[in-house]
C-alpha cells in the first residue's frame, strides 16, 4: 500500500507572476488563477458544495410560502372567486393550512444551506492556504 497522503500530490501554483505572494487574502489565488484551481478535483467539489448551499438557503422563502402562493393562484380558477371560498367548501382555501408543516421546512433548509456554505468556505479557504503553502 501507498502510504503518501494527499497533501503531497498538490502541486505549487505557476511561478509566473510573484506580486500574488504578497498578498495577504487567500482568496486573491482564486481570482488570479481560476484556470489552475479547477483543475484540482477537491476544489470543484467545495465549490458545488457552496453553490447547493446557496440553492438551498435561496429556495427557503419559496418553500415556506409555497401553500399559500397556491391557493392564491387556484381559489379564483376553482371555488368561484374569493368572495364564496373558505375551508368547508373549497379545497384549495385550505392550503395555507399546510404552512404549518412548509414553515418548519422552510427553516430547516434556511439552516442547512447556511451550514453548508459555511462549511464549503473554509474548507476552501484550508484548501487555498494549503496550495499557497506549497510554494
Known amino acids: 500500500m501507498d502510504s503518501t497522503s494527499d497533501d503531497s500530490q498538490i502541486q505549487p501554483?505557476?511561478?509566473e507572476p510573484t506580486s500574488w505572494q504578497s498578498e495577504s487574502s487567500v482568496r486573491e489565488l482564486a481570482k488570479k488563477y481560476p484556470e489552475y484551481l479547477k483543475q484540482y478535483p477537491e476544489y470543484r467539489k467545495l465549490r458545488s458544495l457552496g453553490i447547493f448551499g446557496l440553492t438551498t438557503l435561496i429556495s427557503s422563502p419559496f418553500i415556506v410560502l409555497s401553500?399559500?402562493?397556491l391557493a392564491?393562484?387556484?381559489?379564483?380558477?376553482?371555488c368561484g372567486g374569493y368572495s364564496s371560498a373558505n375551508e368547508s367548501n373549497c379545497g384549495a382555501a385550505a392550503l395555507p393550512w399546510f404552512l404549518f408543516f412548509s414553515?418548519?421546512?422552510g427553516i430547516f433548509a434556511a439552516i442547512i444551506g447556511a451550514i453548508m456554505m459555511w462549511v464549503a468556505s473554509a474548507r476552501k479557504s484550508a484548501f487555498l492556504r494549503k496550495i499557497k503553502a506549497g510554494l
Open 13 to 15: 501554483m505557476p511561478a
Open 67 to 69: 401553500p399559500v402562493l
Open 103 to 105: 414553515i418548519p421546512a
Open 72 to 78: 392564491l393562484i387556484m381559489i379564483p380558477l376553482t
